[in-house]
T-cell receptor, first 110, second 115 residues
Framework: AQSVTQLDSHVSVSEGTPVLLRCNYSSSYSPSLFWYVQHPNKGLQLLLKYTSAATLVKGINGFEAEFKKSETSFHLTKPSAHMSDAAEYFCVVVGGKLIFGQGTELSVKP | DTGVSQDPRHKITKRGQNVTFRCDPISEHNRLYWYRQTLGQGPEFLTYFQNEAQLEKSRLLSDRFSAERPKGSFSTLEIQRTEQGDSAMYLC?????????????FGPGTRLTVL
């Protein structure tokens, strides 16, 4: 069975500082992994996806993630946080249907 | 707006009543998915359609739940004899259906409150 674990339920950063949202996956074969973002009262939006091509994946709004098979990780990063990045972030393993992690709430302080 | 739409956005009902939600996918998307999201949790898969065929149902989908996609376009999700535990956000997503890793585009959701 496939699953993802998001290691932090809440992350707080100051505007302009780096963002790191951690995700570990479990899969018996090479997985496809996505990150989605959910802003309050808005629908889920795809940030980026890994589908076994380049291990460093760039997404929208300056986010990127690196697939590390040896660590079974797919952490999401951004060099400099913006106030508009405050939202819920979900790591997802893909097998036709999407299997979501529990989510990480990102707060950005001015 | 050519995104996924859902109706209604909010539904309040009394325990024991039946409710029906509608999802209109992006035009020409072959796959349509239903998910449920409770407070503080990630969405959980309920069921999906390839065109009009319902190909997979989660164990979460009890016999009180039924979903249809009669002409391979819009879909409905019905919950009979609602229970307080059914209170959640019900999300619909669609994808082109060419590969299993196609991006799924989500609608805004229907928030159900069962009193």
């Amino acid at each position: 069975a496939q699953s993802v674990t998001q290691l932090d339920s809440h992350v707080s950063v100051s505007e302009g500082t780096p963002v790191l949202l951690r995700c570990n996956y479990s899969s018996s074969y090479s997985p496809s992994l996505f990150w989605y973002v959910q802003h309050p009262n808005k629908g889920l939006q795809l940030l980026l996806k890994y589908t076994s091509a380049a291990t460093l994946v760039k997404g929208i709004n300056g986010f990127e993630a690196e697939f590390k098979k040896s660590e079974t990780s797919f952490h999401l990063t951004k060099p400099s946080a913006h106030m508009s990045d405050a939202a819920e972030y979900f790591c997802v393993v893909v097998g036709g249907k999407l299997i979501f992690g529990q989510g990480t709430e990102l707060s950005v302080k001015p | 707006d050519t995104g996924v739409s859902q109706d209604p956005r909010h539904k309040i009902t009394k325990r024991g009543q039946n409710v029906t939600f509608r999802c209109d996918p992006i035009s020409e998307h072959n796959r349509l998915y239903w998910y449920r999201q409770t407070l503080g949790q990630g969405p959980e898969f309920l069921t999906y359609f390839q065109n009009e065929a319902q190909l997979e149902k989660s164990r979460l989908l009890s016999d009180r739940f039924s979903a249809e996609r009669p002409k391979g376009s819009f879909s409905t999700l019905e919950i009979q004899r609602t229970e307080q535990g059914d209170s959640a956000m019900y999300l619909c997503a669609s994808s082109p259906g060419r590969t299993s890793t196609d991006t799924q585009y989500f609608g805004p959701g229907t928030r159900l409150t069962v009193l």
